[in-house]
């Protein structure tokens, strides 16, 4: 980042709004965190990218952490899906993954339906018993029977399991980015996810690790948290990765280029 772009963003932290307290009062009642990945500008057929959840939530709301795609054809967007972990209390010991999304237009996308139980019923939220401290790998990628699937494996054990296929037509990824959504109010304390191996897939097969992302939040006019943070930081192995925080000082602001190098 240069030295006029951060001077700027430095500028406009210091007068901001801050919203540190308080059930966030987005339209969805959660307050959301985003890393957008520096990718070629070519279509995608394939993502993939490992959490590890290194500081469980400890009060009972719900949080998701996604990796999200746009699909696309020819003739431009289709819609977007999103695939992730949740701690969600209604479930058992609050283990769900969820994979879902939306038509362009709005709606929600149809899909198959799912091997895994849901406790509630949901065709996009199913059980999944995940543990604190264990990397999980996600990847969505085309269907060998229609739309885009997507799985987690546990790499652990080396358990991969197919969550069920998303209905959405396009052959191609792209605008991929994964990101934070937490219901919990803004003083509650901070939980943590690790992401690292972000890699995507192109449509002619070319494998490229995503070693860049941009940092945005969501802003206070649309109701997030303002102590929510993204920052580089080294795993147990020395490897650096990509760690989100809920309760926590900003340190990066929007706009902020992070760079994971091992």
């Known amino acids: 980042m240069d030295g006029v772009f951060r001077s700027f963003l430095e500028r406009i932290s210091r007068t901001a709004p801050t919203r540190t307290s308080g059930r966030p009062p987005s339209g969805n009642g959660a307050s959301s965190f985003h890393l957008f990945w520096e990718v070629?500008?070519?279509p995608?057929?394939?993502?993939?990218?490992?959490?590890?959840i290194i500081e469980p939530p400890t009060v009972d709301m719900l949080y998701f952490w996604a990796l999200q795609v746009d699909v696309s054809d020819g003739g431009g967007r289709r819609g977007g899906a999103h695939f992730g972990l949740q701690y969600h209390p209604s479930y058992p010991e609050g283990g769900a993954v969820n994979w879902g999304g939306y038509h362009r237009g709005g709606g929600e996308l149809d899909g198959s339906i799912s091997d895994l139980p849901s406790t509630l019923d949901n065709i996009n939220?199913?059980?999944y018993r995940w543990h604190p401290g264990r990397p999980y790998r996600y990847r969505v990628f085309p269907s060998p029977d229609r739309g885009w699937r997507g799985s987690i494996t546990d790499l652990t054990t080396g358990t991969e399991t197919v969550v069920r296929d998303l209905h959405l037509e396009g052959d191609e990824l792209a605008?991929?980015?994964?990101?934070t959504e937490c219901f919990a109010h803004c003083e509650h304390p901070s939980a943590a996810v690790r992401w690292s191996e972000l890699g995507a897939r192109t449509v002619d097969g070319e494998w490229f690790e995503v070693t860049d992302v941009r940092v945005n939040y969501q802003s206070h006019a649309d109701g997030g948290c303002s102590n929510t943070d993204s920052s580089v930081a080294s795993d147990g192995a020395g490897a650096a990765a990509f760690v989100q925080r809920t309760g926590t000082d900003r340190q990066a602001d929007t706009g902020t280029r992070l760079t994971r190098r091992r």
């Open 40 to 42: 070629p500008p070519v």
């Open 44 to 52: 995608l057929r394939e993502v993939r990218a490992t959490i590890e």
């Open 125 to 127: 939220t199913r059980d």
């Open 175 to 179: 605008r991929p980015m994964v990101w």
